[in-house]
T-cell receptor, first 109, second 114 residues
C-alpha cells in the first residue's frame, strides 16, 4: 500500500530552527510537495522536489532523498505566524497526490 | 481575482438527502480536484478532472459524483448523504494534471451529515 509518515505534532521556539520529516512508500514517484495549512484555512503550496538535494526558498528549505524515501522541511528564524500544519504529499505513478496526515507545528514565544 | 470559490461555506444535512457542493475557478486551469479532509488523516482524493469533459475516480469515490461541463466549474454531488461523509471538502485546481503542477485550493466546505 501507499504510505506517507510524518510526526503528528512538534513544538519549537520563536527565532529557532525546526525540521519536519516525511518518509514515504508509494507506487511510483513523480515529485514531493510541501504545503502549509493554517487552522480553518486551505492548504497553500510551499515547495516541490523531484531531484535529490536541497531546495531553498527564503526561510524555508526542502530536502529530498529518493533512495531513502525521505524528505524534510526546514524552517529557519521561526515566527509566530509559522504556527500551522505542514502537509507532505507525494505524486504517484498515476500523477495523483498521496497526502500525509500533516504535522502540527506549535511556536512558543 | 478570486481564484477558487466554494459554496456553501458550511452545511448541516440530514442523512439520505442529496447535496451538491459547488466549485468555480477563474484561473483557466485545466485540472480540478475534490478532496476530503478528516481529522488525523491526510487529504484524500475523491474525484478529479484533467480537462473539461473528462473525469476520473480518486481514492475514495464511492457515494460521490462529479461533472465537468466547462473549464471553470466542477460540482461534487452526494446522491444520498450518510454520516460518514461528514468532513471538510476542498476543491483544488492546477494548470495541468502533471507532476510539477502546484495545486491551488478553495476555502473549503464544512459538511455535517446527521
Amino acid at each position: 500500500g501507499q504510505n506517507i509518515d510524518q510526526p503528528t505534532e512538534m513544538t519549537a521556539t520563536e527565532g529557532a530552527i525546526v525540521q519536519i520529516n516525511c518518509t514515504y512508500q508509494t507506487s511510483g514517484f513523480n515529485g514531493l510537495f510541501w504545503y502549509q495549512q493554517h487552522a480553518g484555512e486551505a492548504p497553500t503550496f510551499l515547495s516541490y522536489n523531484v531531484l535529490d538535494g536541497l531546495e531553498e526558498k527564503g526561510r524555508f528549505s526542502s530536502f529530498l532523498s529518493r533512495s531513502k524515501g525521505y524528505s524534510y522541511l526546514l524552517l529557519k528564524e521561526l515566527q509566530m505566524k509559522d504556527s500551522a500544519s505542514y502537509l507532505c504529499a507525494v505524486m504517484d505513478s498515476n500523477y495523483q497526490l498521496i497526502w500525509g496526515a500533516g504535522t502540527k507545528l506549535i511556536i512558543k514565544p | 481575482i478570486a481564484g477558487i470559490t466554494q459554496a456553501p461555506t458550511s452545511q448541516i444535512l440530514a442523512a439520505g438527502r442529496r447535496m451538491t457542493l459547488r466549485c468555480t475557478q477563474d484561473m483557466r486551469h485545466n485540472a480540478m480536484y475534490w478532496y476530503r479532509q478528516d481529522l488525523g488523516l491526510g487529504l484524500r482524493l475523491i474525484h478529479y478532472s484533467n480537462t473539461a469533459g473528462t473525469t476520473g475516480k480518486g481514492e475514495v469515490p464511492d457515494g460521490y459524483s462529479v461533472s465537468r461541463a466547462n473549464t471553470d466549474d466542477f460540482p461534487l454531488t452526494l446522491a444520498s448523504a450518510v454520516p460518514s461523509q461528514t468532513s471538510v471538502y476542498f476543491c483544488a485546481s492546477s494548470e495541468f494534471g502533471g507532476a510539477d503542477n502546484e495545486q491551488f485550493f478553495g476555502p473549503g466546505t464544512r459538511l455535517t451529515v446527521l
